[in-house]
């Protein structure tokens, strides 16, 4: 069942204490970060006021999870790892009350093993840091030059930072704070981070039993649809692993990824393979994922979707407890953002690249006092299918999430179970 668990690990960035095989077989992406267009409501004359940003962001490159067997290998020494002097804050990681750190089983588990060269699996690279900072500075240049939203020294009454347990999302929030705010701080940033078990950043299949029954019998059945193994069984043959090795798409790519984006030597094998790979790793995704059915997707992400609805509505009835929180910063995994793209309808087919961002900001109408959601992927606006406009109502915007969302509690009541959900 480990076993197992370790690929069906990559499906959701997944469990914190299934760890580190969980995370190890799964997810990266070079691509750089898109650039962002000024959008109308920066400018003071726009009918649009800004009320909330929430943004969701993956990590950034980082070393592989796992190295593809029998093939030529790649050395990741330490020095790729080392931070530019840019990316430094005093920060410090609590549990979500402010208290010590939580243990992070995930990353304990990474540190069992070493990577060719000396390194552990899945940690943020000097690349990896240096996307983070360009996010924040893209984000300094919407919220703060353009629109004096934000203010340019960080304020924890202002900004709200939480990160899933692990290193190299604890590093990448960092790292997008120091490139938001340029390094000024009057105060320590809080970096809150939760119980393995309670974790709603990724699909947690340690903390949700039904949902690690699902997932594992998709992404065991994933491995035999005929089109994925067949191509499967060429690849294996053309790099020369052996028949024994346990591989699958999801693991090579993220091998390639990671070894591409640093400079690293690729098996001359992998070029003509390299869409295919990436195509393939998506499909054994949607696969596990299954979005045709609501319920992967909600047992998935429904609790984060449910909080994001409930910071804009604290926002708008006063009911917060930050009455000055403006921005809502979520560093997580391409796990995460995979079945959220797919909850909201706006799923590419393609891999989450390092650095990518769902931004959901919240907007009210001068005039009118309506309220509105906008969405952006990668720096560029989203028209969510069920919305009537980019800028959506925010009651169609909550009708789509509610699809999706999960309150924790009927979220914890239909992981307990055996039935799942009902479709209304």
């Known amino acids: 069942m480990r076993n197992l668990w370790g690929r069906a690990c990559m499906i959701g960035s997944v469990s914190a204490a299934f760890g580190s095989m969980l995370w190890s077989q799964q997810k990266t992406e070079p691509d750089q970060v898109a650039s962002s267009c ?6 003071p004359s726009s009918p649009y006021e800004l009320k909330l940003v929430q943004v969701l962001f993956r990590h950034g490159a980082r070393t592989p999870l796992r190295s593809i ?3 030529m290998e790649a050395q990741w020494v330490p020095a790729l790892l080392d931070p530019p002097p840019h990316t430094h804050i005093n920060y410090v990681v609590t549990d979500l009350h402010g208290g010590p750190q939580p243990p992070a089983p995930v990353e304990d588990n990474y540190r ?8 552990y699996p899945g940690q943020l690279t000097t690349v990896g840091m240096q996307q983070l900072y360009e996010l924040g500075k893209r ?25 899933t347990n692990i ?23 809080p970096i809150v981070t939760s119980e393995a078990e309670s974790e709603i950043l990724y699909p947690n ?7 690690k029954t699902l997932a594992g019998h998709r992404w065991a059945e994933s491995a035999t649809l005929p089109d994925i193994a067949a191509d499967l069984q060429s690849i294996q043959s053309a790099l020369g692993i052996a028949a024994h090795q346990h591989v699958d798409f999801i693991l090579i790519r993220d091998d390639m990824v990671a070894r591409e984006i640093h400079g690293l030597p690729c098996p001359p094998a992998l070029d003509t393979w390299r869409n295919k790979v990436e195509q393939r790793a998506v499909d054994m995704m949607c696969h596990v994922l299954e979005p045709s059915k609501r319920e992967h997707l909600q ?10 609805v409930d910071n804009i509505e604290a926002k708008l009835q006063g009911t917060s407890s930050e009455p000055n929180r403006k921005l809502f910063l979520y560093s997580v995994h391409d796990t995460t953002l995979m079945p959220c793209l797919m909850a909201l309808g706006i799923f590419d087919m393609r891999w989450p690249p390092y650095a990518a961002d769902i931004t959901v900001e919240l907007h009210q109408k001068k005039q009118t006092n309506e309220t509105f959601v906008k969405v952006s992927y990668t720096g560029q606006d989203q028209l969510i299918p069920g919305c009537s406009g980019v800028y959506c109502p925010l009651q169609e915007f909550k009708q789509v999430v509610s699809a999706y969302s999960l309150s924790s509690e009927l979220y914890q009541s239909i992981c307990d179970s055996t039935g799942g959900l009902t479709e209304p």
């Open 167 to 189: 290193v190299r999302t604890i590093e990448s929030a960092k790292c997008l704070i120091a490139g938001l705010f340029q390094q000024k701080q009057k105060e320590i940033v």
């Open 139 to 163: 984000l300094r240049r919407r919220y703060i030059e353009e629109s004096n939203f934000l203010n340019a020294t960080f304020s924890p009454a202002e900004v709200y930072v939480r990160s």
């Open 38 to 43: 000024p959008s109308s409501d920066t400018n």
């Open 299 to 308: 047992l998935s992400v429904g609790p984060l979707l449910h909080t994001l």
């Open 112 to 119: 069992k093993s070493l990577l060719p060269g000396g390194t």
């Open 205 to 211: 299949f340690h903390g949700c039993k039904l949902l």
């Open 69 to 71: 067997p029998d093939v």
